[in-house]
């Protein structure tokens, strides 16, 4: 089931979200998070008009995705960024389809019509996923990053809608 974020939530975000902290580079951020950083991260960005969804088994959050603002100067209110994250214990199963299937409806009826989405270098089951989604990379950032004593590439995906 897909469904709305809410605050409750941040406990089960907070542990999914710091598994990729400690084990992955599919973020840069070295230092867990608390649920309070959580709390206060999807009330921003349902309150700035963008979505925080997040995937349930039995009761369960397994994953989640959302979007936010990716520049906040005029020009760029039709662009978004977006991210997703999924349980350890839930990869494979298409939870990030489902959630990504989900939070594309809600951005199309938004009006947003740019989608950039930034993913560490390598990781091919997210590259797979964005560009299952028709996202196409635009750039590539060469030892972008430092983790695990390791130089990380960065690269940026896009997908555009009904652009001439």
């Not at 206060?40 to 969804?53: N, P, V």
């Not at 100067?73 to 990869?91: D, F, H, L, M, N």
């Amino acid at each position: 089931m897909i469904r709305e974020a809410s605050q409750s939530d941040a406990t089960a975000i907070t542990a999914i979200y710091n598994h990729y902290v400690e084990h992955s580079y599919a973020t840069m951020q070295f230092e867990k998070s608390d649920e309070v950083f959580f709390e206060l991260r999807i009330k921003t960005i349902q309150e700035s008009g963008h979505f925080w969804l997040v995937a349930e088994e039995e009761g369960k959050v397994i994953g989640y995705a959302y979007s936010g603002a990716w520049n906040p100067r005029e020009g760029y209110k039709q662009t978004c960024e977006v991210s997703v994250y999924i349980s350890p214990s839930a990869k494979g199963k298409g939870i990030g389809t489902s959630l990504y299937e989900a939070l594309f409806d809600r951005l199309r009826s938004k009006g947003i019509q740019v989608i950039i989405a930034v993913i560490g270098l390598p990781n091919e089951a997210s590259i797979a996923l964005h560009e299952k989604f028709g996202m196409e990379q635009v750039a590539h950032f060469p030892k972008m990053g430092l983790k695990f004593g390791k130089w990380m590439d960065a690269g940026y995906w896009q997908l555009n809608w009904n652009l001439d």
